[in-house]
Structure formats: structure tokens, C-alpha cells
């Protein structure tokens, strides 16, 4: 199988052209991709509690946001990276950056459910 590298953010215009159905191998059912992630419409995040179509599976990509109070019907594997975007403000420079940092034991015990 092909494997994909992602980089960055998508911007709304591309957002809308990333395919959602993704062939699968001989035997396998085809992935309905969905993400999640809390600057997405409300209409667009809802989409992940809808059936995935007729002999697909559904796979949710998504950010910090999934970690509390949020069960979605029917997950059997939940893949997490174990990391998370973080905001540090630099008193010295007064700019705030966003820094991809490890979670914690507590959020890691929290996101497992």
C-alpha cells in the first residue's frame, strides 16, 4: 500500500477537494475519512456521528479535541500520536508560539477513555 505524508494545515479550499472514500487492498472495505478538529463547522464535526456508507469504514482524524466527553458509535481502534500543540509565550520576546509537545500520563489516560 501507498503510505501518505501529510504537512501542515489544509486551507478550506483544499479541505473540500481531499477525497473522502479511499480504495482499499483485495478484501478490504474502502476508508470514509472524516476529520475533526474544533475550528471545522459544526455541520462538518456532526458528520462523524452519521454511518459511514454502505460497505466502508469510517476513520476519524482528529485533534485534541476527541480527548473529553465524546464517544463515537461503533470505534474499534483508536490510533494517537501522543502528542499535542501547546501555546508558550516568551516573556523576553512577548511572542507566543504554538510548540508540538508529548502529552501527559493524565491525557494519555484520559484519551484512551
Do not use: M
Not at 504537512?7 to 481531499?18: F, T
Not at 508558550?88 to 491525557?107: E, H
Amino acid at each position: 500500500p501507498e503510505q501518505l505524508e501529510c504537512e501542515g494545515e489544509l486551507s478550506d479550499e483544499e479541505e473540500d477537494s481531499v477525497p473522502l472514500d479511499l480504495e482499499a487492498g483485495e478484501g478490504a472495505q474502502p476508508l470514509h475519512v472524516l476529520p475533526l478538529y474544533s475550528l471545522l463547522s459544526q455541520d462538518r464535526q456532526n458528520q462523524i456521528f452519521s454511518p459511514p456508507p454502505e460497505g466502508s469504514r469510517l476513520c476519524v482524524v482528529a485533534t485534541n479535541i476527541a480527548e473529553t466527553s465524546l464517544t463515537i458509535p461503533g470505534v474499534k481502534y483508536v490510533v494517537d500520536t501522543g502528542k499535542v500543540k501547546t501555546k508558550f509565550y516568551d516573556k523576553v520576546t512577548g511572542v507566543t508560539t504554538f510548540v508540538v509537545t508529548w502529552i501527559s500520563k493524565a491525557a494519555a489516560n484520559q484519551r484512551a477513555g
